[in-house]
């Protein structure tokens, strides 16, 4: 059974990317294949961080995910156009956060939604570290 959909913190920057459903997105099911979604999740996170964070400070840090948890709402088909995830961050927890995502169809129906967990690596030595405040700030809707 579906969890509650998952709604935008106050609080948080919500980042909003477009995404293209491709013909080898599909299933043999006539629908974009879960794994797909999982791949989506990733590089939505990916871009909220490219977009704010300078090559100083990717250079420094990465992010590695630990952990992913998608509901599905209602399948987007081949045809699907329009297509936009959102995504927010929670609160920091050491070196994890999560960050939360919602994906809806061209008439902003939610079709799907997805948590992932990350933690944040020093790019050299990939050991996590701390989150630091400044990081967090970011992501806060000013």
């Known amino acids: 059974m579906a969890r509650r959909p998952l709604e935008p913190r106050a609080d948080r920057e ?3 990317v477009p995404l293209t459903v491709l013909p080898e997105h599909i299933d043999d099911n ?3 294949n879960n794994v797909v979604y999982v791949g989506w999740l ?3 996170g990916t871009a909220h961080w490219n977009a704010r964070f300078d090559d100083a400070t990717r250079a420094r840090w990465s992010w590695v ?3 992913h948890e998608i509901d599905y709402f209602r399948p987007l088909p081949p045809e699907a156009q329009g297509v936009l995830a959102r995504t927010w961050v929670g609160d920091p927890q050491g070196p994890r956060f999560n960050r939360y995502v ?3 169809d ?3 129906r939610l079709c799907s939604q997805g948590l992932s967990e990350w ?3 020093d790019a050299v030595t990939m050991r996590p570290h701390r989150i630091p405040a400044t990081m ?3 992501f806060q809707r000013t």
Do not use: N, P, S
Request: glycine content about 12%; charged content about 20%; hydrophobic content about 50%.
């Open 106 to 108: 061209g008439e902003g």
């Open 136 to 138: 967090l700030q970011v």
């Open 65 to 67: 995910a630990v952990r």
């Open 119 to 121: 933690v944040l690596v």
């Open 30 to 32: 006539g629908h974009v």
């Open 42 to 44: 990733q590089d939505v």
């Open 14 to 16: 919500t980042f909003v």
């Open 102 to 104: 919602r994906i809806e």
